[in-house]
């Protein structure tokens, strides 16, 4: 594996190492990993640091609480629009929070986020819906997260299961 993308592994499991702590891992130098991810930054391969938040952990009013929806999109191309024009449309939108090209039985996958479920609603039958290549949107809203970005959600226990002896 080369070193940029051992880097890369590595901040993708925890973005808060510091080049120090980089470098004993990696056998490097510190300046040399700095100038590494200072490279991998400006090149826009790394576009940003996130923290990973279990939403259900946090007490929030039932005011603050944010919905999640997982959309489905069909749409139809012509020789004049392709995936990209309809992405760059769909991207632009603040209440998207992920968009994919995807395989299978459509073509995109967004995860959208709003205050309630009638806002997530509105957004994707007024905004989305309404852009003329979409021929199809179909809305799944999260009920609950067990896993984000490679970090397991949940209380610490392997098995929460009453045990049942015969």
Known sequence: MSSRAEILELLRENARQTPEDLARQTGLDVSEVEATIDALESEGVIRGYQAVVDWDAVDLDDEQERVR?????NVT?????RYDDISDRIAKFPEVQSLRLVSG????ALTVEGDSMREVSRF??????????ITQTVTHYIMESYKEQG????????????SISP
């Open 77 to 81: 191309l012509d020789r004049e629009v």
């Open 105 to 108: 039985d459509f073509d995109f």
């Open 124 to 133: 994707v039958s007024d905004k989305v819906a309404t852009i003329p290549e």
């Open 69 to 73: 929806a997982m959309v489905e999109l």
């Open 151 to 162: 970090v397991e959600f949940g209380d610490g226990h392997d098995d929460d299961r009453l």
